[in-house]
């Protein structure tokens, strides 16, 4: 039987590491559309392509063959895993992310991928717009502080550089920016179940989850 969960919420919940770990227990394929969303903007940063500039950029992701690898991002045949997370792209990801042309190729992939396999995927539009009729959608959230400490410890574990201060202005002006465009902004869907994970860990987090779906 087809099982489609869907995870939304703001920069830094751990919508990716409890995505993984759901997808896991349930046997599902894990989609990280953030992933997808910063791999072109890497591209079209290498390219020298600004957001503005629609008819470049939208040549420049029907060229592109994205296609994930366990949990890896493969980009015309470059694993991007590392180069997504790093600071500069965060800060820059969200300009690419409301521009509609790029939403409406990457939506369409996410469908697609969607109609093929059972799913866990997690973003900021999959309950609104990707899996309008997803079986479960959750709305995870947490304090900003919360979710720039988990950040920051994440990255320095990585080796990559980073100031708290920084992470958590980034999260607080991409939360902004992602709430407030003009399409398919970040939205908590009428029918997701919310869970502020800001005192709980991750183990509680899968375990709730778990719960709501076996209970169904
Ligand atoms: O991991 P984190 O929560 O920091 O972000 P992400 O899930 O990797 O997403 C990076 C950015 O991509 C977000 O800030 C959004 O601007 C954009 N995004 C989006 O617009 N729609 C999605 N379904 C997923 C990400």
Known sequence: MK?????DGPAGAGKSTIAKLVGKKFNLVYINTGAMYRAVTIIALRNGITAENISKLCNMIDNLEMHFEDDNIIVNGEDLSNEIITPEISGKVSSYAAV????????NLQKKIAENYSVV????DIGTVVLKNADFKFYLTALPEKRAERRYKELID?????EYKNILSDIIKRDYADSH????????AVDAIEIDSSTMNIKEVVDLMAEYIYRR
């Open 3 to 7: 099982l489609t969960v869907a995870i």
């Open 100 to 107: 509609l042309e790029v939403r409406e190729r990457l939506v």
């Open 121 to 124: 995927m997690d973003g900021r």
């Open 158 to 162: 990585k080796g990559i550089n980073a």
């Open 181 to 188: 465009r003009e399409i398919d902004p970040l939205t908590k």
